[in-house]
């Protein structure tokens, strides 16, 4: 798939309020500084569609984008750490697990894991709330050009030890990279694949 065109929508925090749900829907989320706005914007192909900023919590609402006139990309606040008060993160908290279990076209949500790093607990509880809401989803492993290839399947393979132990099987995942592009082709192949498979009734 190629990105022709990536219009910024909206952002709010009423799921009501969202685009009609007429076109697929994918989301992408992980904890806070995780690198998902630097993601989105590599695989769209703007440098700025999505805000980066090196102060976590920096994205605070949910954002939508329509691509190439067919799809949906929503850019939703990172759980976890965030430089703001907890009665705000508690907010935050609500509106998005309200959007993840009611949002109709939500055809995928893409859980962003910094590769970087040993299995955090809260992104184990927060795959462990999916399933349990029965929500597809798909991990992309951040920040790899950070990594030796070795040190890198080593984090990996501890990443699948620790998904094992409440999963039957390990998820769909893939590799990726906003500095060097890696994953694009498979993460953009993926929505044009499941696109198909939409429809609004």
């Not at 009609?20 to 695989?43: D, H, Q, T």
């Not at 927060?126 to 399947?153: A, C, D, H, M, R």
Request: net charge positive; glycine share 4%.
């Amino acid at each position: 798939m190629q990105i022709r065109k990536a219009t910024f929508l909206m952002s709010n925090t009423d799921t009501a309020r969202c685009p009609k749900p007429n076109y697929p829907e994918y989301a992408f989320i992980g904890r806070s500084n995780v690198g998902k706005s630097s993601l989105i914007n590599m695989l769209t192909g703007r440098q700025k569609l999505a805000k980066i900023s090196g102060k976590p919590g920096k994205t605070q609402l949910i954002n939508h984008f329509f691509i190439n006139d067919s799809w949906y990309l929503v850019d939703l606040p990172g759980y976890g750490y965030a430089k703001v008060s907890k009665s705000k993160r508690s907010n935050w908290q609500d509106f998005v697990l309200k959007y993840v279990e009611t949002r109709q076209n939500l055809m995928c949500l893409f859980v962003l894991i910094d590769s970087r790093i040993p299995p955090q607990k809260i992104d184990m509880e927060f795959l462990t709330l999916l399933g349990e809401l029965q929500v597809p989803f798909v991990l992309l492993l951040t920040k790899t050009e950070k990594l030796s290839k070795t040190k890198l399947v080593n984090n990996v393979e501890e990443l699948k030890k620790a998904v094992l132990e409440n999963w039957e099987e390990m998820p769909e995942y893939y590799l990726t990279s906003a500095k060097n592009g890696e994953g694009k082709e498979m993460v953009l192949d993926f929505i044009e694949k499941n696109n198909k498979n939409f429809s609004f009734d």
